[in-house]
Nanobody, 129 residues
Framework: QVQLQAFGGGLVQPGGSLRIACVGS????????IMWFRQAPGKEREGVSC?????????YYSDSVKGRFTISRDDAKNTLYLQMNGLKPEDTAVYYC?????????????????????WGKGTLVTVSS
């Protein structure tokens, strides 16, 4: 049974930092590209970042987080990370990890919700003073 579980969310002040993580099980985690998505209240789910099976193949970020967020993975621990710096109130959202069972992120489609095969339970990040 494929499972993805995000954790590590919380309340952080504007300008602060937070690292969230996602643990996968029930599939060959190291075979696949893994993505972060987020969904803010009243808004559609959007792609945040994607890391390929081998990061040197490709990593992508949405324009809204580029330069502030860093995605990484530790396949020995079946864990995906998202280091978030310079957080803004508009980063407030539930963050989800997902995979489309491809070995790499594709520039044209990595952030398409409809292409994902598996979703994890999300973790809430709130940026507020």
């Amino acid at each position: 049974q494929v499972q993805l579980q995000a954790f590590g969310g919380g309340l952080v002040q504007p300008g602060g930092s937070l690292r969230i993580a996602c643990v996968g099980s029930g599939f060959r985690f190291d075979d696949y590209a893994i993505m972060w998505f987020r969904q803010a209240p009243g808004k559609e789910r959007e792609g945040v970042s994607c890391i390929s099976r081998r990061p040197e193949i490709g990593i992508y970020y949405s324009d809204s987080v580029k330069g502030r967020f860093t995605i990484s993975r530790d396949d020995a621990k079946n864990t995906l990370y998202l280091q978030m710096n310079g957080l803004k109130p508009e980063d407030t959202a539930v963050y989800y990890c997902a995979t489309e069972r491809a070995d790499r992120c594709y520039a044209a489609t990595w952030n398409l919700v409809s292409r994902m095969d598996y979703w994890g339970k999300g973790t809430l990040v709130t940026v507020s003073s």
